[in-house]
């Protein structure tokens, strides 16, 4: 017996037994997500599935469904529209974390193959918007994966982004009639594979450019204070990525400064804000900076909008005169050395 996924009933079994496909080890890597395109409804739908999130935005729902429904998504849908059709992947009608995002599974399951055979499937998931987490999920255990290692792509842990796709990827194992044994990857913030690539990645650049910046900038998303107070680590483990990149650079630490962007809403987030601090920075006397965004694996609105555009803006405005962008890790190969090295790492005994 045997279907699009090869199975194949076994062969004590009786004639109406049910095909099973070889067992397989999956490897599933998630990201936030993307809308389906720029355009208002997909925008809608993708900003409701996002801010909906009790894990993103905690208020009371009696108290923020309302304001979301009725007000925020009348108006920000156009608002952040825009924002994506300017740094959309046009030729292939998807955003560029979806792009991104893509080329980085397609390049760890080629060193997967090649290290393991068929024995092991590489895919995606988004946490919000599509590939759903739940439609990943089921195709891999369709498809004979009997253990499942789930890779949340956020380098520092934070309830926002490692705890939302984690509770999504038990959500779905939820359904699972038969579940795998499951896994997941914990976050990478001080692995020695993830600081190289992020210092490769700062020096290669430097190297490109014809003067040295007065400051690196190193820009995280932000989250509410608050959260820190509740016991989220996700400030102290970008504090140390800091560290760790100072201290692999060789660098002084005037050279080099942590700051928080992305703010939303009215309460007080983990600062210094990125969009004031390069504006100060540039007052200060420094005129040249660079910005690198190593809570990112890969491009996104955050970075390629808003960093590139209203951050620069901000920057200028105050008097700065040289603004360089360093580009997420991306698909490079120091940045799938270091993924593939974290993913081996958790897969211990699963795989010869």
Known sequence: M????GTR?????????P?????????????????????????????????SDRRV??????????LLQLIILSKRPFTSGAAYRSIWNHEADESPLMTITRAQTAKIAKRMTERYGNGVIVD???????????????????????????FPLYPQYAGATSATATDEFFRALMKERWQPAARVVPAYFDQAGYIEALAQ??????AAMDGRPDMLVVSYHGMPKRYLREGDPYHCQCQKTTRLL??????????????????????????????EEVANLARAGNKRIAVVAPAFAADCIETLEEIR?????????????????VPCLNDSDAHIDALCETIESNLGGWLE
């Open 2 to 5: 045997q279907s699009s996924y």
């Open 9 to 17: 009933r076994p062969s004590h079994a009786p004639a109406d037994h």
């Open 19 to 51: 095909g099973l496909p070889p067992e397989r080890v999956g490897i599933l890597l998630a990201n936030l997500g993307t809308p389906d395109g720029f355009g208002y409804w997909p925008m809608r739908r993708y900003l409701n599935e996002f801010l």
């Open 57 to 66: 935005i905690d208020y009371p729902r009696w108290q923020w469904q309302p």
């Open 124 to 150: 995606f998931c988004m946490r919000y918007g599509n590939p759903a987490t739940a439609m990943k999920v089921r195709e891999l255990v369709a498809r004979g994966c009997r253990k499942l290692l789930f």
């Open 201 to 206: 990645s700062v020096e290669k650049k430097y």
């Open 246 to 275: 100072t201290k692999r650079l060789g660098w002084n630490t005037a050279e080099i400064t942590t700051t928080f962007q992305s703010v939303f809403g009215s309460e007080e987030w983990l600062r210094p804000y990125t969009v």
């Open 309 to 325: 555009e209203e951050i620069r803006d901000s920057f200028e405005q105050a008097g700065g005169e040289s603004f360089t962008y």
